[in-house]
């Protein structure tokens, strides 16, 4: 049985050594083949396979988890597209970028045709979940899939962000305002442990950064102010956050020709209207017309001013006072009107009155023509230089009463002889005679009282229409003055 079963044992080894000198060949060309497959596969899929076969993006990228993830970001402001002030939104639209290593997505150039950056889909690796805390709405922002990779490990990811942001919007200098508005970036779960947040460029590189800003709109981009901070919510762990903050500015070139200068002619015609006879009817319409005119002006631009609940602009205030500048001068016009009209069933003016106002008044306003007294008869001179129509009706009468007494003197001479009227009707003529001229003088005296008493008035209403006008004017004028320099102030400011 033994010599039996050794040469069985031998055919095995045999048979074991014929197998490995034919089969060994043959896998060594397989294995060949198959590296030759390879080396054929373009060498961004073979890096791309090489990077993603086995990677996690649902863990942070480092190597030890005590190392936090620093991402580095920046911002370029594009557009402004519009600054909402009654909700207190401000829309923008910004170039983003932000870059961090990723120590699971390094190689080798050499082993890749030299290959020193890959673009890969967003969505198959791990990125921060960095978002802005002032967002109120989604904005219409294009979806950028791929992210640059550097064989180093750094991760690029550039994307354009149409930016809807709550914001403090301070209206009371419109439209010289500058609005302050912060875009604050930040990891909403992570905190400083597990994710930094650093500045891609130097501070003073990006405030003055206006190389892709489009200058055309509205609104002038000033400066972007960055700022870094450490926050921590109710005692617990500290966050990181970058703080950008946009500082514009309106252009008020075309809020000033349509709200401003319209305006100001209607307030330069009000005070034009001053220098109509205040005796005329004409102004009161006048100035009725302007109210009406300013308040039609009003009602259009109502919808141009920007409206909140917590403030109203310099300007709205500056129209209300010019409306409420117009009404007192329409009350002014009429109360002038009314003194001077129909002067003559008006009662004298009383001497306090003309102490006040033809007196002192019109000294201090360089209106004093001739003294006023309190009489009305010691106003009429006692020897007039030139004869009045009173007067010549006065010596008209006299003259024809001569003529009338001498021809009845000769009269009576050549009739005498004949025969001699009765004494008793002689006296009745003179006495009628008197009675009617005593009617003509008190009537021309009456007339005179009536003249000068309107005289009166009108001196009155004159001098307090200039003393009311030029206190309208004054108030214009400082009004005018005190919103000028704060506009020019905030504009330049």
């Known amino acids: 049985q033994r010599t039996a079963a050794m040469p069985l044992s031998l055919r095995q080894v045999l048979l074991a050594l014929l197998l490995l000198i034919f089969l060994g060949p043959c896998e060594g060309r397989r294995k060949q083949g198959i590296k030759a497959a390879n080396n054929t596969k373009p060498a961004l899929l073979q890096l791309s396979d090489h990077l993603l076969t086995h990677y996690k993006k649902s863990v942070r990228p480092v190597r030890d988890w005590r190392k936090p993830t620093t991402v580095s970001i920046d911002v370029m402001i594009y557009a402004i597209l519009s600054v909402d002030e009654k909700n207190q939104v401000l829309t923008t639209y910004i170039w983003y970028r932000q870059y961090w290593v990723d120590e699971f997505l390094k190689w080798n150039p050499e082993d890749f045709d030299n290959i020193t950056q890959l673009s890969i889909p967003t969505d ?37 962000i149409q930016v809807v942001t709550a914001c403090s919007l301070d209206i009371y200098n419109f439209p010289f305002d500058v609005q302050n508005c912060s875009l604050t970036f930040t990891s909403w779960l992570h905190t400083i442990r597990d994710i930094n947040i650093s500045l891609w460029r130097l501070p003073e590189k990006v405030k003055l950064d206006k190389s892709v800003f489009m200058n055309q709109g509205e ?19 500290s966050y990181a956050e970058m703080k950008f903050y946009v500082v514009i500015r309106r252009r008020p070139l075309f809020y000033t020709v349509s709200l401003l200068l319209p305006s100001i002619f209607l307030m330069v015609m009000d005070i034009i209207g001053f220098y109509l006879p205040p005796d005329s009817g004409e102004r009161v319409s006048f100035k009725i017309t302007l109210l009406l005119g300013y308040s039609v002006f009003l009602i259009i631009v109502s919808d141009t001013l920007p409206a909140t609940a917590i403030g109203t602009p310099l300007i709205g205030i500056y129209f209300v006072v010019c409306m409420a500048l117009l009404v007192i001068s329409l009350t002014e016009t009429i109360l002038i009107v009314r003194l ?10 009383p001497a306090w009155l003309r102490h006040l ?3 002192r008044a019109a000294v201090l306003l360089c209106l004093q023509d001739q003294p006023y007294h309190s009489s009305s008869a010691l106003q009429r001179p006692t020897v007039p230089s030139h004869p009045t129509e009173n007067d010549t009706c006065s010596a008209t009468i006299n003259h024809c009463s001569r003529l009338g007494g001498l021809q009845d003197l000769e009269k009576n001479t050549s009739e005498r002889g004949n025969h001699s ?73």
């Open 124 to 160: 198959y690796i791990w990125v921060p979940d960095i978002l802005i805390n002032e967002f109120v709405d989604v904005g219409k922002s294009p979806n950028i899939p791929y992210v640059y990779v550097r064989h180093q490990g750094e991760v690029q990811n550039y994307k354009p």
């Open 340 to 349: 001077v009209h129909r002067q003559e069933l008006q009662p004298p003016v």
């Open 421 to 493: 009227p009765p004494p008793q009707e002689n006296s009745l003529v003179v006495h009628g005679l008197l009675q009617e001229l005593a009617t003509i003088r008190h009537f021309l005296e009456k007339q005179d009282e009536c003249r000068d008493i309107a005289r009166d008035w009108l001196r009155v209403g004159s001098v307090l229409d200039v003393l009311l006008f030029r206190i309208y004017l004054l108030a214009v004028l400082t009004y005018s003055i005190t919103l000028g320099t704060l506009w020019s102030i905030w504009q330049y400011a």
């Open 219 to 237: 609104w002038e981009l000033l400066y972007v102010l960055t700022q870094f901070r450490e926050f921590s919510v109710e005692s617990s762990e």
């Open 357 to 359: 106002v033809l007196d």
